[in-house]
């Protein structure tokens, strides 16, 4: 069998997406009043806690995912920080099973 024939026989889909702020750009559209606002959702800054997303107003302070939530916080302490992380997970999870039965 060729190189060819088995990928054809077997398509796959590669998805990327980039959701470096998709909880950010979630939690500023479901509140309102942090549009506009630097907003970082992840852990707790005092402790191991880490950056999940950063809104795209934080990162003019060099803050980005998976940076510490302390250095997060030390960068900019304008910031809004929220650990709402898991009320996504099984919205994202129905999602990404509809893209990849379509």
Do not use: W
């Amino acid at each position: 069998m060729s190189m060819t024939t088995s990928i054809n026989a077997s398509p796959r889909k590669i998805i990327h997406i980039d959701m470096d702020a998709f909880y950010a750009s979630v939690e500023q559209r479901d509140f309102p009043e942090l549009r506009g606002k630097p907003l970082v959702v992840g852990g707790d800054p005092s402790g191991r806690g880490v950056v999940a997303a950063a809104s795209y107003e934080v990162r003019k302070f060099g803050v980005h995912s998976a940076m510490s939530c302390y250095e997060a916080r030390k960068r900019c302490q304008k910031s809004f920080l929220l650990g709402h992380v898991l009320r996504f997970i099984a919205q994202l999870v129905a999602i990404f099973a509809r893209l990849c039965t379509a």
